[in-house]
C-alpha cells in the first residue's frame, strides 16, 4: 500500500481476535490480516485495484475480505492461475457477497 502512495500506519499485535471483532469482520471471511482504510476494512489479502473501486466506488459496506490466505493472493507468491474472490461486506443485514473476482490474465 505504501509503494501505492498511501500512508501507512502499521501496528503489530498479539490480539489480532480483538481487532476482527471490533471490526465485526464475520468469522467466516477472516484472513491473515486486518486493516483500516478511510471507513472501511480490509481483511486478508485484498488486492490494490479492489481497494481503489472501493474508495472510488464507496458501496455500502463495512469492508471487503479475502478469506484464509489463498495461494497467488497479494503477498502469497506469483501464481498466474490464481483464482480467488474478493467478498463486500455489506453494512447492514445481509450475506457477503462477490466485489470482485481475481482470475488469471488472458494473453
Known sequence: MAEAG???D???TDDLAAVKARLRVPAEMEGCHSAVVEEYYL???IPLDAVQRLLRER???RGLAVPGMPSGSLGMGVDPAT??????IPSGTGAPYVFMEVRPRKA
Request: proline share 11%; charged share 15%; net charge negative.
Open 43 to 45: 481483511e486478508g489479502h
Open 59 to 61: 458501496p455500502p459496506v
Open 6 to 8: 498511501y500512508s501507512v
Open 83 to 88: 483464482v480467488y474472490d474478493v467478498y463486500a
Open 10 to 12: 502499521l501496528r503489530n
